[in-house]
């Protein structure tokens, strides 16, 4: 009568670990490739090192409006002591119109675009088209020329809200 139960038993200790190994993610642990995931938006994502400086450019993207502006998307943090300021942000060798705050305190973000925006920046009459990619330049004071890919997304979803 024990033979069964032993039988049974070890049938499902054999199937549980089967099941658990074979499930397993072979790169699992702090380095698995799941959890080295950075970019979880459509904007690019940059951090800035030089010359004593430290800028992180987060969620930086273009959106396009109907008469073929683009407004800039996105959030600059100086993570550095010494204040930076952006002095420009290019398309497509066009300059934007940049209003609001410009000067990067210490952790005190520059917003563009949303609820909480502290700067706007528009490109007018850029030629904008949604789902292309233009490059882009952001020249800061202390952090030099920043060099970057960014999409242009139409005004959809999240973006649905942004204007000139």
Known sequence: MRRPHIKNFSVAITTAALALSLTACSGAGPNAATRLIKQVTDGVDIVVN??????AISNFLL?????????VV??????SQEADELLSISAANVPATMTGELNLLQDKPIRFEGDIATSKAVFDSVGARAGNNVAVVLTFARAGVVKLNAIIRDKRDAYAGVTK
């Open 74 to 79: 996105g959030t600059i943090v100086n993570r």
């Open 63 to 71: 959106v396009a409006t109907e008469d073929g502006s683009a407004v």
């Open 50 to 55: 030089q010359d004593g400086s430290n800028v």
